[in-house]
Structures are given as C-alpha cells and as structure tokens.
C-alpha cells in the first residue's frame, strides 16, 4: 500500500470514529443550545368530546347522593369529575370504582329530576362543566368486603 493510500485510510479512520463518538461536530460549533419545550399534557375529560363513551377507574371522593358521586384520579381534572346515575347504595368516599358511561355537559335543571340530585348549591362547581353520565358503575370496595377467605383445610 503506498503512501497516500495510507494516509486516506488513516484520515477516514478518525474521521469515522469523531464522528461515531460524538465528539466532533460538522456544524462548525453553531449548534443551538437546547431548551426545554413545555408541553400540556390534558386530562382524561378534557381530551374528550360530549357524546364520547369512556371507561375509567377512580376514587370517590364524594357521594352527594345515591345516583351522584365525585371521582378523582391523576388524569381527571383537579376538582374531581362528577359522575351521574349509577346508583350504588353501599358507596363510600374512598372506594374504588370502574364506571362505563358517556361524557355530557352538566346543568343542574337539566339533570336534577332524572339522578333525584341533592340541592342545587352541592352542584354549583360542576355547572357547565363535563360529567359522566354513567351507564353501569362497579364498587371494587364492595368485591372485595363480599370475599372471604377460604378455609384452609387440617393437615
């Protein structure tokens, strides 16, 4: 091999591994300096649309009446999400739920007489607001309180 096939070689080498490892740059060094993008992430409600059918699993953390209830979880907004119908006689703040229903805007006219709902100034956050209108509700705290554990039987 002569001389200046060595000396290709050679410079294609480091070359490749500068440009392998990171430590150069073909820029010439103007690379801007990165910055971090802010992003807004929505919530579960606010990502859908009136009419859409969703399934989540939350706490309650309210039970305003037997057909009305408040849930909270980290994708539902930070003042809860009322859900509507449903109705679960054993519910309790705390206990988890799995609800199935279809997102509505809230009016307290609209919706008092059907859900039977508590007076009207218990509402007054959620007025124009996203809901659950639920369709089918189930007490996780409930299951668990009817399970027994199983006898084990003597050696």
């Known amino acids: 091999m002569d001389r200046l096939a060595q000396r290709t070689m050679l410079v294609s080498l480091l070359l490749a591994s500068c440009l392998l490892s990171g430590s150069c740059s073909l820029s010439g060094g103007d690379d801007p300096e990165p910055r971090p993008t802010r992003t807004t992430i929505m919530n579960t409600i606010e990502a859908s649309d009136v009419g859409d059918r969703l399934t989540l699993t939350a706490v309650v953390v309210r039970v305003l009446t037997a057909s009305s209830f408040v849930v ?29 229903g279809t997102i509505d805007i809230f009016t307290f006219e609209r919706f008092r007489g059907r859900f039977v709902l508590a007076p009207a100034p218990s509402y007054d956050r959620f007025e124009g607001r996203k809901v659950l209108v639920a369709h089918d509700v189930r007490s996780w705290a409930a299951a668990e309180h009817d399970k027994r554990p199983v006898p084990v039987p003597p050696r």
């Open 72 to 100: 909270h979880d980290v994708d539902l907004p930070d003042d809860g999400l009322l859900v509507l119908g449903g109705s679960l006689t054993s519910m309790h703040p705390r206990d988890l739920v799995t609800v199935a």
